[in-house]
């Protein structure tokens, strides 16, 4: 490694399952957000409207049981923007651009729902 080259950014692996059932894991940079992850990585069905700025719910996930407890509590703004989800809104929606990666969810895995508009 040269003196000018860079640390390579932590990543941590995200698996994101379509509601048709279609699964892809990849690996997305710490402190990135799950739906930056999606976009980065052309996940279908994350639309991502607004580019993050928790205004368009059309990032609308469910997040697996196993994860929720390690999960940032939801914001004032997401709690309000989940209530305009195209998808029926369930116990373990949250919306991905909220959903900032550290390395104790590794392995984070998340269903997309069946329409996001
Ligand atoms: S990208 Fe718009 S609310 Fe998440």
New binding site residues.
Partial sequence: MSFFSKKPKETVSVTYVSHNGAVREVAVPVENTV?EGAVANNIEGIV????????????HVYVDEAFLGQLEPIAENEEE?LGNTAAPRQANSR???QLKLTKALNGLRVTTPPNQQ
């Fill in positions: 739906m991502a409207e607004c580019g993050g700025s928790c205004m368009c719910a059309t990032c923007m919306l991905a651009c």
